[in-house]
């Protein structure tokens, strides 16, 4: 119903900066206004929760660790979420994963997965 395709993870150094897309398709995910987000997974941890946005942009969340550094975004023109991530930090290598949820107050219990995209962060 919902398919989520991520881009843009790579390998950069410590202090450096990457952005992350997300694409949305799916003949629900034009009918609803979903809220989407985003989770991550390090070697040997369970994957947590890193960042939301609704559909108006209006609310957004985040992360302990990750705030002040990370900023989401979305373009729902072009069905897209972003994921600015700055001031990058070895602790941050991970394999992200895109996530969306009909309702933003369940995001971190999302009904939608993307495949995952990964970055590393090298010292």
């Known amino acids: 119903q919902v398919q989520l395709v991520e881009s843009g993870g790579g390998l950069v150094q410590a202090g450096g900066s990457l952005r992350l897309s997300c694409a949305a398709s799916g003949r629900t995910f034009s009918s609803y206004n979903y809220a989407m987000g985003w989770f991550r997974q390090a070697p040997g941890k369970e994957r947590e929760f890193v960042a939301a946005i609704n559909w108006s942009r209006v609310l957004r969340d985040y992360a302990d660790s990750v705030k002040g550094r990370f900023t989401i975004s979305r373009d729902n023109a072009k069905n897209t979420m972003y994921l600015q991530m700055n001031s990058l930090k070895p602790e941050d290598t991970a394999v992200y994963y895109c996530?969306?949820?009909?309702?933003?107050?369940?995001?971190?219990?999302?009904?939608?997965w993307g495949q995952g995209t990964q970055v590393t962060v090298s010292s």
């Open positions: 996530v969306a949820h009909r309702f933003y107050e369940s995001i971190r219990s999302p009904a939608y």
